[in-house]
């Protein structure tokens, strides 16, 4: 659920940890692959619900397990491979869907979808984006064009039985292009929601309007210390499918 960016600043807080759950043996080759795997889920595929063919689970129906190791035993190939480059991808992917995970049980589900405060539903929506906006422009601060230069040196090669690479490639570019260029979340998160990127920019440079309508509901430092528990359970995550894949 969080954007593209904030992903990849965890990613870049993952690579920089000084207790990773898993670790680059050859930075050159896995790099690319890594980063490109933290992202690949949100890339839009071609199927009757997306977020299930890419993320393995919806928001209808109740998690039957962690959603990276159902993308596992579906696609076991994914983990019977001598390539570092798909290793390092796939270990992108499980961090990004254990994310997703974390974010969709423990804050969507609970506070937006089935909140109290607010209005109505609806408007808990919109402040879903809000939130999501804010996350992304601050974690887009920390990216730089090294990291737009090392996802686009990621080639994949029919890595995915549900995800072609070129739309893989498409979707590398065009995070990429963002990151050294202009943003398009605005743009994109405000059509979901019927609302212009000049209605978006305004109310979130309006500290009184955020705190009306998020802040007074879910503080900041509500939001600083769930954001440290989904980091938390990603990274272990990461360390039960690094046991799983080196069996």
């Known amino acids: 659920m969080p954007t593209p960016f904030t992903h990849l600043a965890y990613a870049q807080r993952l690579l920089e940890s000084a207790d990773p759950p898993w670790v680059l043996s050859n930075p050159a080759a896995e790099l690319p692959a890594f980063l490109l795997g933290t992202i690949a889920a949100d890339a839009i595929v071609p199927a009757p619900d997306p977020r299930a063919a890419t ?30 480059a798909l290793t390092a991808f796939v270990t992108g992917y499980v961090f990004h869907l254990a994310m997703d995970e974390y974010w969709s049980r423990e804050l969507l589900g609970p506070y937006f979808a089935n909140g109290t405060w607010g209005s109505s539903r609806a408007e808990r929506f919109y402040v879903l984006h809000l939130l999501l906006i804010a996350m992304d422009e601050r974690d ?6 090294h990291t737009a230069d090392a996802l686009r040196q990621c080639q994949p090669h029919g890595w995915l039985s549900f995800m072609d690479d070129a739309t ?7 995070i990429a292009r963002q990151i050294t260029g202009q943003s398009q979340t ?9 609302r212009s990127p000049q209605e978006l920019r305004r109310v979130l440079d309006s500290p009184e309007q955020m705190h009306a309508l998020l802040y007074q509901h879910l503080t900041p430092s509500f939001l600083a210390d769930f954001e ?4 938390d359970f990603a990274c272990e995550q990461l360390a039960a499918f690094t046991r799983q894949a080196s069996r």
């Open 186 to 194: 605005l743009l994109i998160l405000g059509a979901r929601i019927g």
């Open 140 to 145: 887009a601060r920390t990216l730089s064009p």
């Open 55 to 84: 993320h393995f689970y919806t928001y209808t129906e109740p998690m039957r397990d962690h959603p990276w190791r159902i993308m596992l035993d579906r696609n076991p190939d994914l983990t019977q491979t001598s390539d570092p």
């Open 168 to 174: 893989l490639c498409s979707w590398r570019d065009f």
């Open 228 to 231: 440290q528990r989904m980091y």
